[in-house]
């Protein structure tokens, strides 16, 4: 018999109960259940079809069904909601995220690598986050590289003009536009080499030539770095906008349901649970951040025509003393590839060897000749291996998965009955497959070897594996919305309690409690992270990148604040700088060299024996390795030691010195250049020796 068609009745009781075999034929329904139940409990409070736990006669309040006669009375197959209900929650918490997804900068490669780019970011978010902050790890150390080439101990301060900052920004955009080609230390390499050539020459001649010649340098730079500034396009203020609306009407929807919480239409067990599943995508905010602070380029051909005309004004200037790796920037395979694409770098996870490359410098020609031979020596400056150097850039990508993924169970676990259910199976089904197409993309990356021929397979790979994924997940959550997961097994915690309706009322109290007060508390807790506290932990721990990339065309930056709240964070984070004191540590590239093979003749200097100055406010120290070579990676953040400069040494008997250095021996010079130019400065070790102290033959 239909339950709506079960005569009304005075004489119900427990030996006549009400509505003994009925059955629904609509299905699950809220309200509809809510009668029955009512109906049962008025007939008879101890029916066998309603729940009692330890046997005990629950009162009105909370009088609900067994699982058993749930599923007798509507089935045990899901209802699906009304088509307006499914609309109306689509728009209100789905939508605002996927509209912040598509605004997430795509590099203007090709149409192709555009859409490449956001179904990576929805089907394999974590290994995009990854990427975007080995983006700014990577810029963060270059610049840190070039900022204590200019300093005041550094082997180019002659170079520093009356804005001492537009030097080191310009080189560090240059060589990180060399890394969509995965050249940047190449390029590195051979700037620092020609640059400080050319800075001897120039120091050791007339002072007019020198004068000029560090003019042409500095209009060169600044030349480029503006061209490659103006060309970055940052869309920092309207991802931030779009956060901020997304937040806007995530408030507004709050404030709806719960405003409307005791309208019979309103169902807030089921918001909530929208809300939840809405919860997991959170990471899409800071996704988008990394993706606004870094940018991408107008067009695609915007940074080849400039490096290439950067590589014409420098032989223009300096009679083809530069000779950059510009013969890949024509190869648009080996871009998307390796570097292009900045949320998808398959390149990271390769290295030939975890030891430093070893060449020699003892005259430009060889270092050259090397550079232009060795097709597969990318990483110049220093090789490690790369897997294991990338496990800490997987911890803050997770956090942001999880954080987001917890809060969305939390609020699923706290909607009536109190406990795990269904949604629970399919929030953590979502997040594991993002976490194994993770696992899929690094295991085929690391063991599978990556040759030129194999660049279109790897990208189609690639975007298979993110399409199945997107599938599993959005096809999870559309079923959630459309009502999959509506019937009585997931009201009931698989029969562990009685069947929660919404109608309840000690249910509708606490649901329209919880969503003023800890629905609501746990979201903009998960959205402050996302948008304040992760993005703000990156500022403090990338400056200098976020200075690089968000520095307009006349050298400036956009956002000075950022300089501002890393000085203010700084001290906070001394602990740290402390700790590494106490580990076994490495030398950095700024503080040694990497170079082994050294000119005959030349005598091998153990770190301990290079002269180093002490950074006001910054701990002097030096960790040794067993073969004297830098490691690139182990650039410090916050803390780098500034070695005493050849040029710095030239100064030092006449007196120009900036700081209160001695004079040093002479064969200080090969101890005290940061990056290992012996050969280099054999000529002006010999002069600067048979000067008299106290002269002022220097022209400097």
Not at 375 to 389: K, M, P, T, Y
Not at 596 to 605: A, D, I, K, N
Request: charged content about 20%.
């Amino acid at each position: 018999m239909e339950c709506a068609n079960v005569p009304n009745q005075t004489d119900y009781s427990c030996a006549n109960p009400w509505g003994v075999d009925c059955t629904r034929a609509a299905g699950f329904d809220f309200l509809s259940l809510w009668t029955i139940t009512q109906n049962i409990y008025n007939s008879c409070a101890t029916d066998a079809r309603l729940f009692q736990p330890d046997h005990v006669p629950t009162d009105f309040h909370d009088a609900a069904l067994t699982q058993a006669a749930c599923v007798a009375i509507a089935g045990p197959d899901y209802t699906v909601y009304s088509g307006g209900d499914i609309w109306t929650r689509l728009t209100t918490w789905k939508l605002p995220l996927l509209q912040l997804a598509a605004s997430f900068p795509r590099p203007p490669l090709s149409l192709k690598v555009e859409t490449f780019v956001i179904i990576h970011l929805l089907g394999d978010p974590v290994d995009t986050i990854r990427n975007l902050l080995c983006m700014l790890s990577k810029c963060q150390k270059r610049a840190l590289y070039w900022k204590a080439q200019f300093s005041r101990n550094g082997a180019l301060v002659a170079l520093v003009g009356q804005d001492s900052d537009f030097e080191w920004k310009a080189l560090a955009l240059i060589t990180t536009a060399y890394d969509e080609w995965n050249r940047a230390d190449r390029a590195t390499k051979i700037l620092q080499q020609s640059f400080h050539d050319l800075v001897q020459d120039a120091v050791n001649g007339p002072e007019a030539e020198r004068q000029a010649t560090f003019v042409q340098i500095r209009k060169v730079l600044k030349d480029t770095g503006d061209a490659l500034a103006a060309d970055r396009t940052t869309k920092f203020l309207p991802i931030t906008v779009a956060v901020f609306i997304f937040i806007g009407t995530v408030a507004i929807a709050f404030g709806k349901t719960a405003a409307s919480a005791a309208s019979p239409s309103t169902y807030v067990n089921v918001e909530a649970h929208s809300i939840a599943f809405t919860a997991l995508y959170f990471w899409i905010i800071p996704a988008s951040f990394l993706g606004a602070i870094i940018g991408v380029s107008q067009t695609e051909g915007a940074i080849p025509r400039i490096l290439t005309r950067f590589q014409r004004d420098l032989n223009r200037h300096f009679q083809d003393r530069f000779v950059l790796p510009n013969e890949c920037l024509k190869e648009k395979d080996e871009r998307v590839i390796n570097g292009g694409i900045y949320s998808w770098r398959p390149s990271n996870w390769h290295a030939d060897s975890a030891v430093v490359r070893q060449h020699s410098i003892g005259n430009r020609g060889p270092l050259v000749e090397h550079i232009e031979n060795a097709h597969q020596d990318d990483d110049v400056l220093i090789h490690r291996n790369e897997f294991l150097s990338t496990v800490s850039s997987l911890v803050l990508p997770f956090i942001a998965l999880f954080v987001g993924g917890l809060t969305g169970m939390l609020v699923s676990y706290l909607v009536p009955p109190k406990g795990f259910d269904c949604r629970h199976e399919c929030q953590i089904a979502i997040i594991l497959a993002w976490v194994v197409s993770l696992f899929v993309d690094v295991l085929v990356e690391y063991w599978v070897p990556l040759t030129p021929a194999k660049y279109g397979r790897r990208l189609k790979f690639t975007i298979i594996k993110d399409c199945i994924a997107i599938a599993l997940t959005f096809s999870l959550v559309i079923a959630t919305q459309v009502g999959i997961l509506n019937k009585c097994e997931c009201f009931t915690n698989w029969g562990k309690t009685g069947l929660a309706l919404p109608e309840m009322p000690s249910a509708a109290a606490d649901l329209g409690h919880r969503i003023r007060t800890v629905y609501p508390g746990l979201i903009f807790g998960c959205l402050v992270f996302e948008f304040l506290a992760f993005p703000l932990y990156v500022a403090v721990r990338y400056p200098h990148a976020f200075q690089v990339f968000l520095q307009r065309d006349d050298g400036k930056s956009d956002f000075v604040w950022i300089r501002r709240v890393h000085s203010f964070f700084r001290p906070y984070f001394k602990w740290w700088a402390t700790f590494r004191g106490y580990l076994p540590g490495r030398t950095i590239a700024v503080e040694q060299g990497i170079y082994s093979q050294r000119p005959s003749g030349s005598r091998r200097v153990t770190p301990i024996d290079r002269p180093y100055t002490r950074l006001p406010g910054r701990e002097n120290r030096l960790n040794g390795t067993a073969n004297g070579h830098l490691e690139w990676d182990d650039i410090p953040m916050d803390d780098v030691v500034e070695p005493i400069s050849p040029i710095q040494s030239n100064r030092v008997d006449s007196g120009l010195t900036r700081r209160g250095t001695h004079p040093l021996p002479q064969d200080s010079f090969e101890a005290s250049d940061p990056i290992g130019h012996d050969a280099t400065m054999a000529g002006s070790s010999s002069s600067v020796q048979n000067r008299a102290p106290g002269s002022n033959q220097n022209p400097s």
